[in-house]
C-alpha cells in the first residue's frame, strides 16, 4: 500500500439506518464503525438481509422515501455528511463518489450506444469538450482492459459480453476519478473465470488510482482475493471487523467463524459428508431483541458452550448488547466471549464420513461393471434458430441450429452422484431437460434401467415419470404461491398413488421430517418461508413420487452459505439414507467436488472430462478445467494464486469452432506443434485415463499433468490423497 | 415476513384476509372509492324498504318536479319518483339480472357482463399464453381483430342485432370485455409459465388444462380482481350509453341511460334533475370503482 494521507477517504462511525414500514420505524443497521483510506479496500462481507447494500445507499443518501440515517455520522473527506442539505450532496456524490451494482445489464442503458454513456459522466460533471471526452473515454476502456475499446465505444450494449460490460460500468465509475468507489456484489452475477478476470482488474486498478474501495459481496472468497480490511456484517450491525489476513487467520467472532467454516473447500477431504451449518436464521428487522446480542439464539457457543472454559462469559448473551471488543490491535469483535475462542483452532468442527464411497475395480475404466442407472449415448439436442429473412420464411435459406447439446454420451450408475459443471451456456441444463423430458431429443438414445426416455414427458408412461423428479434453483419460484406446502407435497403423492388415500397427509409429514422440518409447515404458504426452507420443501416434493433418479439443477446457487450448507447436508443424508441417485448441476466447482461421485466438465454443449471425483480434481486436467478450476475463488488471503484467464468469449453455439471446441479460447494450446493446428483442424478423441476418467484433448495427459504441476499447483494433489 | 405461530389453516387465512383489509385502510383513495360503491350496493339491495313508491308507479299530478318532501329527488315527466327510479336501476346494474319477466338471477347486469367475460378471456387468454406457437396467433389475431372495431359501434352492432334486453346487455358486455381481459391473461400467464413450479408440474406429468387451471389461474388473480373492478365501472359505463341511446333496459325499466334520455329534453325548460341524478349515479358509481382499484393497486405495490 502507498503512503496513506492523514484524511481518510471515508470515516463511518456508529452509523445506524431505519426504515419507516407501515406499522414502525425498523432498524436495518446500527452500529457501523469503519473507516476507508486511499488505496484501500473494505470488504463487507455477510448473508442476504444484514443490512450490506444498506450502507453502501445510507452513504450516497440512496435511501429512498421510507429510509433514514438516525444516528451515527459519515465523513467523507473529514467532511460530515449527515444532515448536509441534498443539493450539495448531490454536488459531492457526482465528482467523488461512484457505485458499481450488480448486474451490469441493469446499471447500463440498453438504448445508448457506450460511447454515448461513458462520454456524458464526463460531460455532465465537467467541462470537457465532446472530442476530448472520447477520447478519454477510449483511453479509459484501455486501462480496464477492454480490447478494441475505440470500437466498443460505437456499440450497444447487449453486443458485448457480460464481463465486458461489468468493465464498462467500472470505467464508467473510474471516468472521474472518484475518491471513493462502491462496488455492490459486482462480480455474483459472472461466471467464475470472468469473475477471475474482473477481480484482476480490480487489483490492478486499486494500485493505479489510489481509490478508496468499498467492495460489498456475500463471497468469502472473492473478499479474500481483493480486501485489505474487512467487516463482517450479521443482521444490520458489525459484528467484527480487522485486516483481512489476521481476520482470516485468527476468526473471533462465533458468526465469522460459523461463515467460514460453511463453504465446502476444493481442498477439503473426499471423504466429507457434512459442512458445518449455523442453525436459524437471519432473523426478521423488526424483530431482532435490541438488548441482546443479535446472534446469540444461533450461537453454537452460547447454546453448547464449546471448548468453553470459563461459562460465566454467556452469562450476558441474552440481557445485554455486546459492544466492540479488541482482539488485537485493529481488529475488533462483538462478543462478550472476546479473545476467548481464539484458543480454539476454528477449522475444528465436525465434519461426518461418508459410509459409501464409490470403488472403481481395477482395470474396469468403462465402467462396464458397474450398475448403470442411466445411460446416455450421442445425446443431442437442437433448437432451431429463428431467422425472420425472407428467404427463410420461402425456405431458400439453409435452416441453422443452436446446437445446446452437442453428442454427449454419459453414464450414471446406480446410487451414485453425478456432477455436471460448466459455465452459463455450456448447455448443462438443455441436458437435464432433455433427460426429463422437458425437451424433445434430436438425436441420440437415453435410457433409464433400460427403458427408453426419448419420448417428452407428456408423452411418457406414468410409472416412468414417477422414477425422474427435478429439484429446481429459484427458491422463489419453486413454489407455487398460491397453495399450501402440504397440498404442493400431497399433490404428486396423490397423483403416483405411492401411498393409499387416508395415508397422504402422514407421508406428507413422513417427507417433511425427512427434510428436517416441523409438521406444522403443512398448512403454510410459500410466502411464509425462507429460501432455504422452500428449497427443502422442493427437495421433498422431488422425494415424494419416491423416484430412482433425482435431477438438481444448481438447488443451492440462489441460497445463502450457511443456508447452502444446510442443504448440502441433507442432500447427502437422503443420498446415503435412501441409495438415492443424483445428477447434481452447479457452477460452483467445490461444491460439486462435495457432493458428486463422479464429475462430467462440459463446454459448448460438449462434455471435455469425465471422471471419478478423485480423479478429477488433481491434475492432468482439461485445459478448460484447469481454468474453470484456477478461478474458484478461495476464502484464504495467504492463498492469493494467479488464475488463469480465458481470452475471448463463450463462442455461440450456433457457430461452433471447428475441430475442438475450446481450440479458440484454449491457453494450452501453443505446447503441440504449430500452435495447436491440429486443435483447429481435428476434433480430439477421448484420452481414457485410469478408473473411467477421460479428457477430451489433442494433449497428452502425461504433458497436461506437467504443465499443471509446472503452474504450482501441488496444493491440490495434496488435497485428494 | 414475520414468522407467523399459527399452525392452523383457518388462522392463515384469516391472516390473509386481515392483510387485505390492511392494504384497504391504508389507502384513503380506496377507502373513499369503497364507501361510494358499498352506499350504491347497500341501496340497490335494500331499494324496496328505502322507498314507498315503486318504480313504475306514475303521478299524473306532479310531473316533472324538483326535489320535495314527497319525491326527495323529484319526478319525470310521466310523475314517477326519480328516488325510486335510480335505486331500482342500480339494482338493475348491481344486484339482479333480469332473464324474463318471471326470472331474475341474482348478481346485476353489469356484474354478469363482467364475469362472462372472465370466463371466455381467461380461458382463451390461459389456452394462448400457455400453448404458444399457432393456437396463441391464431386466438391472439382474432381477439385483435374485434379490438380494432371501436367500442360503442361493437356495442351497438351486437345489441341491434341480437335485440334490446338485459341478457342481451349482458352478451355484449361480455363480447367487448372478452378481448381485454384475454391480452391480461395471456400476458400473466406467459409470465408464470416460465416459474419452475410450471416446470415442476410438467415434470409430474400433469395435463396441460391442470397446469392452466390449477397450477396458473389462481395466481392471476391479484390482476384480475383489480381489472374485473375496473371492468364493472367500464360496464356501468356501456350500459348508461346503450340506454341512452334506447338499447337497454326495455321500457318502462328503471334504466340510467334511457332516464337521462328522457330528461334531457326537459333540462331547458327548467327541469334538469330527470337526467342529472342518473347521470351523477353512473359517473359516483364509475368513479368509486375506479378509485377501489386504484388504490388497491398502488397500495399493493407499495409493500410489495
Request: proline share 6%; hydrophobic share 40%.
Amino acid at each position: 500500500m502507498e503512503h496513506t494521507s492523514d484524511i481518510p477517504v471515508l470515516e463511518v462511525k456508529d452509523l445506524a439506518i431505519s426504515y419507516q414500514t407501515r406499522k414502525q420505524m425498523v432498524p436495518a443497521v446500527r452500529g457501523v464503525n469503519f473507516t476507508v483510506r486511499q488505496g484501500q479496500t473494505v470488504g463487507i462481507v455477510g448473508e442476504s438481509g444484514c443490512g450490506k447494500s444498506t450502507i453502501a445507499f445510507g452513504i450516497l443518501d440512496f435511501l429512498g422515501s421510507n429510509g433514514k440515517v438516525v444516528g451515527g455520522s459519515i465523513k467523507f473527506m473529514g467532511k460530515e455528511m449527515v444532515g448536509t442539505p441534498k443539493g450539495e450532496l448531490r454536488k459531492i456524490r457526482g465528482n467523488n463518489i461512484s457505485m458499481v451494482y450488480q448486474d451490469p445489464m441493469q446499471a447500463l442503458n440498453p438504448s445508448l450506444t457506450i460511447g454515448t454513456q461513458l462520454t456524458e459522466v464526463l460531460t455532465a460533471h465537467t467541462d470537457i469538450g465532446e472530442k476530448e471526452a472520447w477520447d478519454r473515454c477510449i483511453a479509459m476502456l484501455e486501462r480496464v482492459h477492454m480490447p478494441d475499446a475505440a470500437n466498443v465505444m460505437k456499440r450497444y450494449v447487449h453486443m458485448i459480453s457480460g464481463g465486458q460490460q461489468q468493465r464498462v460500468v467500472i470505467a464508467m465509475a473510474l471516468l472521474n476519478n472518484p475518491s471513493l468507489l462502491i462496488m455492490d456484489e459486482p462480480t455474483t452475477a459472472l461466471d467464475v473465470t470472468v469473475e477471475a478476470a474482473v477481480l484482476d482488474l480490480i487489483e490492478d486498478l486499486k494500485k493505479d488510482f489510489n481509490t478508496g474501495i468499498i467492495f460489498i459481496t456475500h463471497n468469502l472468497g472473492v473478499v479474500a482475493k481483493v480486501s485489505d480490511r474487512l467487516c463482517v456484517m450479521y443482521a444490520g450491525e458489525m459484528v467484527e471487523q480487522g485486516p483481512i489476513d489476521h481476520l482470516f487467520a485468527n476468526p473471533a467472532h462465533p458468526y465469522t467463524r460459523g461463515l467460514l467454516c460453511c463453504v465446502p473447500r476444493l481442498g477439503d477431504n473426499l471423504s466429507n459428508n457434512r459442512l458445518w451449518s449455523i442453525q436459524g436464521r437471519v432473523p426478521d428487522p423488526a424483530e431482532r431483541d435490541l438488548n441482546a446480542c443479535i446472534y446469540a439464539p444461533r450461537c453454537d457457543w452460547r447454546l453448547e458452550g464449546r471448548h468453553l472454559e470459563d461459562k460465566s462469559l454467556i452469562a450476558n448473551c441474552t440481557t445485554q448488547h455486546p459492544e466492540l471488543v479488541a482482539i488485537s490491535e485493529d481488529h475488533w469483535s462483538r462478543c462478550f466471549l472476546g479473545r476467548a475462542p481464539l484458543k480454539v483452532p476454528w477449522d475444528d468442527y465436525a465434519r461426518g464420513q461418508k459410509e459409501t464411497v464409490i470403488q472403481i475395480p481395477e482395470g474396469d475404466d468403462d465402467l462396464s461393471s458397474m450398475d448403470t442407472l442411466l445411460n446416455i449415448q450421442n445425446m443431442r439436442l437442437y433448437y432451431p434458430e429463428q431467422n425472420p429473412s425472407l428467404r427463410a420464411i420461402l425456405g431458400l435459406e439453409k435452416k441453422s441450429y443452436v446446437k445446446a447439446v452437442d453428442d454427449i454420451s454419459l453414464k450414471v450408475l446406480r446410487g451414485t452422484t453425478l456432477g455436471v459443471v460448466g459455465e452459463s451456456g455450456c448447455g448443462k441444463s438443455t441436458m437435464v431437460k432433455g433427460i426429463i423430458g422437458l425437451e424433445e431429443l434430436t438425436g441420440g438414445k437415453v435410457d433409464l434401467m433400460g427403458i427408453n426416455l426419448n419420448e417428452p414427458a407428456q408423452k411418457r408412461d406414468l410409472s416412468l415419470i414417477r422414477e425422474l423428479q427435478m429439484v429446481f434453483q429459484n427458491p422463489d419460484s419453486t413454489l407455487n404461491p398460491s397453495y399450501t406446502i402440504g397440498t404442493q407435497i400431497a399433490r404428486p403423492i396423490q397423483k403416483f398413488k405411492t401411498v393409499p388415500k387416508r395415508k397422504v397427509r402422514q407421508e406428507v409429514e413422513r417427507l417433511l421430517r425427512a427434510v428436517k422440518l416441523a409438521s406444522y409447515y403443512y398448512d403454510r404458504y410459500p410466502r411464509q418461508l425462507s429460501g432455504g426452507e422452500k428449497q427443502r420443501i422442493g427437495i421433498a416434493r422431488a422425494l415424494a413420487s419416491r423416484p430412482s433418479l433425482v435431477i438438481c439443477d444448481e438447488p443451492v446457487s440462489a441460497l445463502d452459505v450457511s443456508v447452502a450448507a444446510a442443504v448440502l447436508n441433507l442432500l447427502n443424508e437422503i443420498k446415503e439414507g435412501m441409495g438415492s441417485t443424483m445428477i447434481f448441476i452447479a457452477h460452483d466447482l467445490s461444491v460439486v467436488r462435495f457432493i458428486s461421485d463422479f464429475v462430467a466438465v462440459m463446454y459448448l454443449g460438449e462434455i471435455v472430462e469425465f471422471g471419478p471425483v478423485s480423479a478429477i480434481y488433481p491434475p492432468p486436467y482439461h485445459p478448460y478445467s484447469e481454468a474453470l478450476l484456477s478461478s474458484v475463488p478461495i476464502p484464504d488471503p495467504s492463498a492469493r494464486r494467479q488464475s488463469i484467464i480465458l481470452s475471448g468469449d463463450v463462442p455461440s453455439p450456433t457457430n461452433r469452432p471447428s475441430g475442438c471446441c475450446f481450440h479458440t479460447r484454449c491457453p494450452r494450446r501453443s505446447v503441440l506443434p504449430d500452435n495447436g493446428k491440429i486443435c483447429e483442424q481435428e476434433k480430439p478423441k477421448f484420452q481414457r485415463l485410469k478408473n473411467g476418467h477421460k479428457i477430451l484433448c489433442h494433449i497428452p495427459a502425461d504433458q497436461l499433468t506437467e504443465l499443471a504441476m509446472e503452474r504450482g499447483d501441488e496444493r491440490m494433489m495434496l488435497s485428494t490423497a | 415476513m414475520p414468522e407467523k405461530v399459527e399452525t392452523n389453516n383457518a388462522k392463515t387465512k384469516k391472516v390473509r384476509f386481515t392483510d387485505m383489509f390492511a392494504i384497504l385502510l391504508s389507502s384513503k383513495i380506496a377507502m373513499v372509492g369503497l364507501v361510494i360503491v358499498l352506499f350504491w350496493v347497500f341501496v340497490a339491495l335494500f331499494a324496496p324498504y328505502l322507498t314507498p313508491y315503486t318504480p313504475y308507479e306514475q303521478d299524473w299530478k306532479a310531473p316533472n318536479q324538483g326535489p320535495s318532501a314527497e319525491h326527495i329527488l323529484g319526478t319525470d315527466e310521466l310523475g314517477r319518483d326519480l328516488w325510486t327510479r335510480l335505486i331500482y336501476g342500480a339494482r338493475v346494474v348491481l344486484v339482479v339480472l333480469p332473464v324474463s319477466e318471471n326470472i331474475s338471477l341474482p348478481g346485476g347486469t353489469a356484474i354478469w357482463g363482467v364475469v362472462v367475460a372472465l370466463l371466455i378471456g381467461a380461458t382463451l387468454g390461459l389456452i394462448g399464453g400457455y400453448k404458444g406457437g399457432w393456437i396463441d396467433e391464431l386466438v391472439m389475431r382474432l381477439l385483435d381483430a374485434m379490438m380494432a372495431i371501436p367500442v360503442i359501434l361493437l356495442y351497438l352492432i351486437i345489441v341491434v342485432a341480437i335485440g334490446a334486453s338485459a341478457v342481451n346487455v349482458v352478451i355484449a358486455i361480455s363480447i367487448v370485455g372478452v378481448p381485454g381481459i384475454a391480452r391480461l391473461v395471456r400476458s400473466l400467464t406467459l409470465d408464470i409459465k416460465t416459474r419452475e413450479y410450471i416446470r415442476a408440474a410438467e415434470t409430474r406429468g400433469e395435463s396441460a388444462w391442470f397446469i392452466m387451471f390449477v397450477e396458473i389461474l389462481p395466481n392471476t388473480r391479484g390482476p384480475i380482481i383489480i381489472d374485473a373492478m375496473l371492468r364493472i365501472g367500464y360496464a356501468i359505463f356501456a350500459m348508461g350509453t346503450l340506454g341512452f341511446l334506447g338499447l337497454g333496459m326495455p321500457p318502462p325499466s328503471p334504466d340510467w341511460g334511457s332516464m337521462v334520455a328522457k330528461g334531457r329534453a326537459f333540462i331547458l325548460t327548467g327541469n334538469p334533475y330527470a337526467a342529472l341524478w342518473p347521470s351523477l349515479a353512473i359517473a359516483s358509481l364509475v368513479v368509486g370503482l375506479n378509485l377501489l382499484a386504484d388504490g388497491i393497486r398502488e397500495e399493493s405495490m407499495r409493500y410489495q
